[in-house]
């Protein structure tokens, strides 16, 4: 069985400082785990994935996430807000196994707002 | 690249009248599409999988007489509510992905939005 859990459903940060949205996961095998970005009126948009390769992943639009098997944690992190990041963030599993096996499992969403 | 689109954006539709929804990836092919649901303020769901050529997977508590999917080719798939009632609106979203591999991407498309009255 997979899961996800946001730890905040929303985050608010000033422009230029840093965002730091958090995500654990539960998984039976080997885990993906995904950060998906929508925008409000837009379709789901793919930051960046893990699978298994380097732990630090390096996305789109400066985001970056680390994969921490101890702490089952891969938390979403930017240096630098910018007004345009303001959206809905989802954190994503797949699991490489099981009845679950290629499908995803969302969590519930950190909306972030970003203040001029 | 991975472009999904779906069709209509939006549609507002009668009771006990049957919508359907096209998705369609435009610039790879799709060896399976997914099918989610979003209500206000809620995560996505994941409503059923389908695999080209072949019958779709539901998950548990979805309705497959209500909610009919037909893969027919690698680039459109399409989700038919049928007989819908105003508890069936919601957002549809689907995506695609090229393998349906655990570690695949998987592109969504802008969604649906589907209004009963």
């Known amino acids: 069985a997979q899961s996800v859990t946001q730890l905040d459903s929303h985050v608010s940060v000033s422009e230029g400082t840093p965002v730091l949205l958090r995500c654990n996961y539960s998984?039976?095998?080997?885990?993906?785990l995904f950060w998906y970005v929508q925008h409000p009126n837009k379709g789901l948009q793919l930051l960046l994935k893990?699978?298994?390769?380097?732990?630090l992943v390096k996305g789109i639009n400066g985001f970056e996430a680390e994969f921490k098997k101890s702490e089952t944690s891969f938390h979403l992190t930017k240096p630098s807000a910018h007004m345009s990041d303001a959206a809905e963030y989802f954190c994503?599993?797949?699991?490489?196994?099981?009845?679950?096996?290629?499908?995803?499992?969302f969590g519930q969403g950190t909306i972030l707002t970003v203040h001029p | 690249g991975a472009v999904v689109s779906q069709h209509p954006s939006w549609v507002i539709c009668k009771s006990g009248t049957s919508v359907k929804i096209e998705c369609r990836s435009l610039?790879?092919?799709?060896?399976?599409m997914f099918w989610y649901r979003q209500f206000p303020k809620q995560s996505l769901m994941l409503m059923a999988t389908?695999?080209?050529?072949?019958?779709?997977?539901?998950e548990q508590g979805v309705e497959k007489d209500k909610f009919l999917i037909n893969h027919a080719s690698l680039t459109l798939s399409t989700l038919t509510v049928t007989s819908a009632h105003p508890e069936d609106s919601s957002f549809y979203i689907c995506?695609?992905?090229?393998?349906?591999?655990?570690?695949?991407?998987?592109?969504f498309g802008p969604g649906t939005r589907l209004t009963v009255l």
């Open positions: 995506s695609a992905s090229s393998s349906g591999a655990s570690t695949d991407t998987q592109y």
């Open positions: 998984s039976s095998y080997s885990p993906s």
């Open positions: 893990y699978t298994s390769a380097a732990t």
């Open positions: 994503v599993v797949s699991d490489a196994g099981g009845t679950s096996y290629g499908k995803l499992t």
């Open positions: 610039d790879f092919q799709a060896t399976t």
């Open positions: 389908s695999n080209e050529g072949s019958k779709a997977t539901y």
